[in-house]
Each structure stands twice: as structure tokens, then as C-alpha cells.
T-cell receptor, first 116, second 114 residues
Framework: GAVVSQHPSWVICKSGTSVKIECRSL??????MFWYRQFPKQSLMLMAT?????????EQGVEKDKFLINHASLTLSTLTVTSAHPEDSSFYIC????????????FGEGSRLTVL | GNSVTQMEGPVTLSEEAFLTINCTYT??????LFWYVQYPGEGLQLLLK?????DKGSNKGFEATYRKETTSFHLEKGSVQVSDSAVYFC?????????????FGAGTQVVVTP
């Protein structure tokens, strides 16, 4: 089946630094990808919808200047957490949609960010 | 707004026991409903789905029926195996949202012991 890969799977950084997380669709083209955030023992919360070649659409309450999303190609979307702080520590998960209005969704393995 | 509520875990069962995970939702219109499973160290995988009322999704021995009258989509399996140990997420895609935007429940961890 289709595979979506996230990198890195875990990262530790110092407060104030920026961290980039990649989401790649390995064997299909994804015009749309989604970024979620998951707190411990809580559900996945949608952060933004990433569309290839255009600006991301952010959910209410998500700071677009804090969480920069770039979808520069049909197989890659990146999430950059800028000036990270300990409260940004979380599990970040992406999903990618195959083509078509009701395309299938495939999820990455997730990336755990710890900000010291 | 739209929301999904599922039973808290962990749910611990013996092999061959019957599994039920309750899921109820709140949404306007006619959402599509999903169950995803996350095995340790892996990404979420679609387990089954239903796109309209009274539809039954089924896969790998798991079943769930879209009940609009009770706004529920409970997951069931008649005889679980140790390999079914995972976290199960109920989710919906609202008709008012673009396809692919999912609202998730909190997830239910299932532990099956030999």
C-alpha cells in the first residue's frame, strides 16, 4: 500500500531554535497533506491543510507564523516549528491524500518533538 | 462544532474475547465515519469506514455500523487476537469540510493478553 514517511521520527531541541519536520509520500503524488498535533492521551488535532503550490490553510487558533508549512512539491510537505518553546513539545502527524475529491488518506508514523 | 467521543482505555482483554469500543459523534449533515488503528511504532491505518447511515464497514474481522439515530459508530470484533493490541481511533469527516480533514476521538488503547 501507499506509504507516507515522516522525518525525523523524534527530535530534541533547545528552546528558541527552529525545527523542521518532513512529510513525504513515497509512491504517490499528494496535492493535499494535513498536519495534526497530538498531546499525550488526547486526540489528534488538525493544525493545517497543506496544498501543493499554495499557502496552507490553518485551523482556528493555530499560529501560522509559529508553524510554517511549505508544500513545494507533490511528494513533500514540511512543518517548521519556529522559535520552539517547551509548550510546543508534542507528537506531530501528517497525512497525505491521493488524487481525486475523495482520495484515500495515508498517515505518517509521526514525529515526536521535545523542546528543552 | 463537530466532535467525536470514544470510550477511554486501556481496554484489556484475553485472547478470543469479544471487543467493543464505543464511539459517538456530533456533526451537522451526514458525515463519513472511520476507524483507524495505530500499531506500536507505526502510522495510523484505515481499518474501516462508512459513508452513509446504516452502512456497515468491515475489515479483518472488525465491524462497525453507522447509526444515525444514535449518532454512533461502535467498533466490534468477535474474537480478538494478541496481534490486535493497538490504539484505535474513531474519526469523522464532515460534509461541511473538505475531504480528508478528520475530527478524531481521543483513541482507545486495546491490550490483548494470551
Amino acid at each position: 500500500g501507499a506509504v507516507v514517511s515522516q522525518h525525523p521520527s523524534w527530535v530534541i531541541c533547545k528552546s528558541g531554535t527552529s525545527v523542521k519536520i518532513e512529510c513525504r509520500s513515497l509512491d504517490f503524488q499528494a496535492t493535499t497533506m494535513f498536519w495534526y498535533r497530538q498531546f499525550p492521551k488526547q486526540s489528534l488535532m488538525l493544525m493545517a491543510t497543506s496544498n501543493e503550490g499554495s499557502k496552507a490553510t490553518y485551523e482556528q487558533g493555530v499560529e501560522k507564523d509559529k508553524f510554517l508549512i511549505n508544500h513545494a512539491s507533490l511528494t513533500l510537505s514540511t512543518l517548521t516549528v519556529t522559535s520552539a518553546h517547551p509548550e510546543d513539545s508534542s507528537f506531530y502527524i501528517c497525512s497525505a491524500k491521493t488524487s481525486g475529491y475523495t482520495g484515500e488518506l495515508f498517515f505518517g508514523e509521526g514525529s515526536r518533538l521535545t523542546v528543552l | 462544532g463537530n466532535s467525536v467521543t470514544q470510550m477511554e482505555g486501556p481496554v484489556t482483554l484475553s485472547e478470543e474475547a469479544f471487543l467493543t469500543i464505543n464511539c459517538t459523534y456530533t456533526a451537522t449533515g451526514y458525515p463519513s465515519l472511520f476507524w483507524y488503528v495505530q500499531y506500536p511504532g507505526e502510522g495510523l491505518q484505515l481499518l474501516l469506514k462508512a459513508t452513509k447511515a446504516d452502512d456497515k464497514g468491515s475489515n479483518k474481522g472488525f465491524e462497525a455500523t453507522y447509526r444515525k439515530e444514535t449518532t454512533s459508530f461502535h467498533l466490534e470484533k468477535g474474537s480478538v487476537q494478541v496481534s490486535d493490541s493497538a490504539v484505535y481511533f474513531c474519526a469523522l469527516s464532515a460534509t461541511t469540510d473538505s475531504w480528508g480533514k478528520l475530527q478524531f476521538g481521543a483513541g482507545t488503547q486495546v491490550v490483548v493478553t494470551p
